[in-house]
């Protein structure tokens, strides 16, 4: 015989569907909305005519993006940034949270301290530019991934992590057995680490490959730029020139304010689907390491 359930009970899972089913489709038709409209007809975008399905079917925009001859270096670029980037972080991550995590190390306190205060107070953008400078990083690819390649933000959530799972026991134990810090680390935990290294490498990852002012102040080789940088340099060519209002040329006005309406779109397209591809692959573990470590 089946258990009919309280009223109260059925009230709150009603309510509780109802919000979820709002709150992805306030999630997904954003994104809907930029599909379609990449697909659409500029006079369509520019009279508000694109809801759900694209009107005046055209790959326009995407032809334009992909003629550009910067684009396959730009994206090559951007996976290199993005790989070497979230594999770098996450090493000095994982590096710098187990040890802040650890209550026999010297001067932890002091340490956790001047890891703060980067994250408190920013040196600035001529500062920084100096160092990269003076450390002959400029126009090389190092310019764009070291500059931050570590966050405190993670460094301090990994630490959380390591706190949560692996206690001192296993590592009193561990010595026990006549094991030291790095074999420790390196054969106990770190395989136990596997939720919080998807979390820094998903982090890592994404910042790289939407980053793009890193690239543009500190290099100017074409052939270094990230795959962000190229697509504005391609809607900046698109807009509208002021020096073109005056020329009379009505028609040239009217293709590029067109080809700007389409390439906008578009771009945010190609940008978002490698991160949104990526991202099911290490939900499991971002779940997990991010509720836990993020919990003291």
Do not use: C
């Amino acid at each position: 015989m089946r258990i009919r359930e309280p009223k109260g009970d059925r009230a709150y899972y009603i309510v509780n569907y109802s919000v979820l089913i709002l709150f992805t489709l306030m999630v997904l038709y954003p994104l809907i909305y930029v599909f379609s409209a990449s697909f659409s007809s500029a006079s369509a975008i520019a009279n508000n005519e694109v809801v759900l399905w694209p009107v005046g079917f055209t790959a326009d925009a995407y032809k334009t993006i992909i003629q550009s001859p910067n684009l396959v270096i730009g994206f090559g670029n951007s996976v290199l940034y993005t790989v070497a980037g979230a594999v770098i972080g996450t090493a000095l991550t994982l590096l710098a949270g187990y040890a802040s995590s650890r209550d026999d190390l010297p001067f932890r306190r002091l340490i956790t301290f001047f890891f703060l205060i980067p994250a408190l107070f920013a040196g600035g953008i001529v500062p920084t530019y100096i160092v990269v400078q003076q450390l002959g990083l400029l126009d090389t690819r190092w310019a764009i991934i070291l500059p931050g390649a570590m966050s405190v933000f993670n460094v301090i959530i990994t630490r959380t992590f390591y706190q949560m799972n692996v206690p001192n026991e296993m590592l009193e134990a561990a010595k026990v057995d006549g094991a030291n810090d790095f074999r420790f680390f390196f054969r106990i935990a770190l395989p136990l680490s596997k939720p919080i290294i998807a979390v820094n490498l998903l982090f890592y990852g994404i910042t790289q490959w939407n980053g793009w002012f890193n690239a543009f102040l500190y290099t100017t080789d074409p052939g270094l730029q990230p795959l962000q940088l190229v697509l504005r340099e391609l809607l900046s060519q698109s807009a509208i020139n002021p020096s073109m209002i005056g020329s009379g040329d009505v028609a040239e006005l009217l293709r590029r304010k067109e080809l700007f309406d389409k390439l906008k779109y578009a771009m945010i397209v190609v940008a978002m689907i490698p991160p949104l591809v990526a991202y099911p692959f290490v939900q499991k573990h971002f779940v997990k390491g991010a509720l836990i470590g993020s919990v003291k």
